[in-house]
Structure formats: structure tokens, C-alpha cells
């Protein structure tokens, strides 16, 4: 299995790991890290081309990438530049990936890679709530559950790097349906290197002594 230096993880580690059917999986909540840790990065989906609403549906595909609402009574669309029902403050500037309703999405990957990465909307609601709650999976399965949070107010971003190739990612928040959550600029990648499982559990744990040293 390929390695990583443990100067490029250090950096590029935000906080979530997970050995979930023997995988090893990397988060990162910055686009400049995660585009250091990975090869053949390119911006697949930004939804400009996309039908935008009112045009809803339960299921979309585009640029070999399906999106489809999981919610009761459910659909996907695009919202255009100009909405003001998403967490940040004032209209958007860009097309976002929404549901018209609940915001319980998923997204499944007809070319999948090691990397994927996407721009983040949160509202009030799943901020408090700690955050979308993002499933990964891959061929062997599920890979990694975690909740991925950031100032609602402002645009976030999320890396998921594995040691396989993600086929699906399932998001889901809270409230979607009272303010709008959504994704943005999907990415596909090759990771340049992923650590095995116990050298990322090591590390993992030499990072919390850090951040505890820190706070002294």
C-alpha cells in the first residue's frame, strides 16, 4: 500500500480519519492542501450548464456524475445565482446543487477516483447540529460516516481522500427544507500517496498531542 510523508499529512489532516472496511480516509477542509495531496485534479462539475430551478427532478445526471434526492417526497434541482435562502448572508454568485426540499442527497460517481472535493453551504440549523453528516463508500463498501462543519455563514469546503476509489457519497443536514444547504465545483482526483491505516492512526494521535501542548 503507498505511503505519505508525515509532513504532508500533518498538513493535510483536518480532523477525521476512519478504517471502516479496512479503509483509510483523509479529510480536509482546505481546497489548497487538498489540491497539494492530489494528482490529476480537475473541476468536473460547477452546474452553470445544469437546468436550474424550477426545473426539479428526483434524480440528475451530468458529466457522469448522478446526483438523487433520498428524502420522502424529495427532488434535486440547481439554484441559480441570486438566491437568498442559503446560510450566507445576501443573494449567491454561482449555481449550487440543492434539494427542493430536504436536503438528502446522493451522489454517485460513474468514473470514480481516489479524491473527491467540493465548495459547502450550511444553514443555521446544521451548523448546531455539528455539521452535514456525509456517508463515503467505495467497491468494499461503506468507508467513512462523518459530520463535516464550518461557519454557515461562509463558503466551506470539503476533501475526502481514501485508499480506494469513492464511487458514492451520500449528504444529508438539517433543516435543508427551511434553508437551503448545497454543494458546489465538484473535483476528481488520484491521491499522491495514502498512509496505511496504522501510520495514520499513530499520527492521529501524535496530532492531539499537539493540539494539547497548544492549549497549555
Do not use: C
Amino acid at each position: 500500500m503507498k505511503k505519505i510523508s508525515s509532513k504532508l499529512l500533518l498538513l493535510g489532516f483536518m480532523g477525521v480519519t476512519s478504517n471502516i472496511a479496512n479503509a483509510t480516509v483523509i479529510t480536509y477542509s482546505d481546497l489548497a492542501i487538498f489540491n497539494a495531496a492530489t494528482v490529476n485534479n480537475v473541476l468536473v462539475e460547477d452546474f452553470e450548464s445544469v437546468p436550474a430551478y424550477p426545473t426539479v427532478t428526483t434524480s440528475l445526471t451530468h458529466n457522469d456524475i448522478t446526483y438523487t434526492g433520498l428524502a420522502t417526497h424529495n427532488n434535486v434541482t440547481v439554484a441559480s445565482p441570486g438566491f437568498t435562502n442559503f446560510g450566507i448572508p445576501g443573494a449567491t454568485t454561482t449555481s449550487i446543487l440543492t434539494g427542493n426540499g430536504t436536503d438528502n442527497v446522493q451522489i454517485d460517481f460513474a468514473l470514480p477516483m481516489e479524491a473527491v472535493g467540493f465548495d459547502t453551504y450550511l444553514n443555521s440549523w446544521t451548523y448546531d447540529a455539528g455539521g452535514a453528516n456525509v456517508d463515503v463508500y467505495g467497491a468494499s463498501g461503506l468507508l467513512s460516516s462523518f459530520q463535516h462543519n464550518h461557519d454557515f455563514t461562509q463558503v466551506g469546503f470539503l476533501g475526502i481522500l481514501a485508499d480506494e476509489d469513492i464511487t458514492r457519497i451520500v449528504w444529508t443536514t438539517t433543516n435543508g427544507n427551511l434553508i437551503n444547504t448545497g454543494i458546489d465545483n465538484v473535483r476528481l482526483a488520484d491521491a499522491v500517496n495514502v498512509p496505511e491505516p496504522g501510520t495514520l492512526a499513530l499520527l492521529a494521535l501524535g496530532l492531539l498531542g499537539v493540539r494539547s501542548r497548544f492549549k497549555k
